[in-house]
């Protein structure tokens, strides 16, 4: 019997609904002020409903500081059946002490297989993050994880406690982390979250926004890919990070190993990359036979049309190849030489959708 989804947008009327009867509930109390008193209240009404399996609490954009997610915390510790959990509580004054006590809570969620948290643009720093490790540690069920954490307070140092509790969830297939924008993550963090991914092995699909590191960094974690065969789908946000002109080569050695991924997409602006690097990369991409999509953001960078071209002629190799998308603004290729080079990159007879992008 398929279980109805209970919807709210309104706290009255899910404290008035039958508690204990609700399996699959949304609430929706985004953008509406809340403090923490009133998120007591909810985290009452919360704590009665036993039965849930499936919650997701939508509760960004108000006044929610360290007492009130504490609070909902407590709540949710009594939802042991939970399976499936997503909380957004971007935009609010949530410090370390409020995701410490979420934290706690979430460790007594074992039979949580999906997780999804959002909390950019808080006050969260490496106290909290790593906190939030031995919760995770807890939830052997875990295969799917999301933490958005974008425009928080996190150095190295938590970023490193999150990882050595990820080394433990070896159930993953599905892991998402977004720790960019204020957030100071550099070579020494990485070191420590590509030792984690080197243990997830049953990784399919990672999706990965980090922030700035140099090529110390990005080395290990190529190292860590390599050991991740299983992946199909993979996102690198890799955008202004600085890592010179061989970076777009270094990235491609993790790639051969790799040899069931169907979706890549790299962000890769703004990095510097010259024609012998993004010649690099297109090397290693044509050994990935298995891509039906692939997305390339190369702008602003320093890439002629011989490097352009140099890669169009790898990509001929991925002969599956069916969605292909490649931003080359902002680069050193004349207009002159334009309408040449994505000839290349046309020529596969298979492709279905293909944008190639000079312009601004």
């Known amino acids: 019997m398929i279980q109805q989804i209970k919807y709210y947008n309104k706290l009255g009327e899910f404290q008035k609904s039958s508690l204990q009867s609700h399996q699959i509930l949304h609430i929706d109390l985004s953008h509406n002020n809340i403090g923490d008193k009133c998120l007591s209240d909810l985290g009452s009404a919360l704590a009665k409903c036993t039965n849930l399996s499936n919650l997701e609490l939508d509760l960004r954009e108000n006044q929610i500081g360290a007492k009130g997610v504490s609070v909902l915390g407590s709540a949710l510790s009594n939802c042991i ?52 490790g031995p919760a995770l540690a807890n939830c052997t ?27 433990n969830c070896t159930n993953l297939s599905n892991l998402k982390l977004y720790f960019s924008d204020n957030n100071k993550i550099s070579d020494k963090g990485l070191l420590g979250l590509s030792s984690a991914l080197a243990n997830c092995t049953n990784l399919s699909n990672l999706e990965l926004d980090l922030g700035r ?15 991740c065969t299983l992946l ?62 692939l997305k390339l953001d190369l702008r602003n960078n320093e890439i002629s049309s011989i490097g352009a071209s140099n890669l169009a002629s790898a990509l001929a190799n991925c002969t599956n190849l069916l969605i292909l998308t490649v931003h ?26 293909a944008d190639i992008d000079f312009y601004y």
């Open 81 to 132: 059946n939970l399976q499936n959990l997503t909380l957004y509580l971007s935009y609010n004054k949530i410090s370390d002490k409020g995701l410490l006590g979420l934290s706690s809570a979430l460790a007594n969620c074992t039979n949580l297989s999906n997780l999804k948290l959002y909390f950019s643009s808080n006050q969260i720093g490496d106290q909290g993050v790593s906190g939030l």
């Open 141 to 167: 069920n875990l295969s799917n994880l999301e933490l958005d954490l974008y425009d928080n307070k996190i150095s190295d140092k938590g970023l490193l406690g999150l990882s050595s509790a990820l080394a």
């Open 213 to 227: 590191f140099g090529n110390q960094g990005l080395s290990c974690l190529c190292s860590a890919l390599a050991n």
């Open 232 to 293: 199909s789908n993979l996102t690198l946000n890799l955008g202004s990070i600085e890592f010179g002109s061989n970076g777009a080569s270094i990235l491609g050695s993790a790639f051969p190993n790799c040899t069931n991924l169907s979706n890549l997409t790299l962000n890769l602006s703004d990095n510097q990359i010259c024609d012998r690097s993004v010649s690099s990369l297109g090397s290693y991409l044509a050994n990935c036979t298995h891509l039906l999509n």
């Open 328 to 353: 080359l603004r902002e680069n050193n290729i004349k207009e002159s030489k334009q309408q040449k080079v994505s000839a290349k990159y046309l020529k596969s007879k298979r492709l279905v959708v």
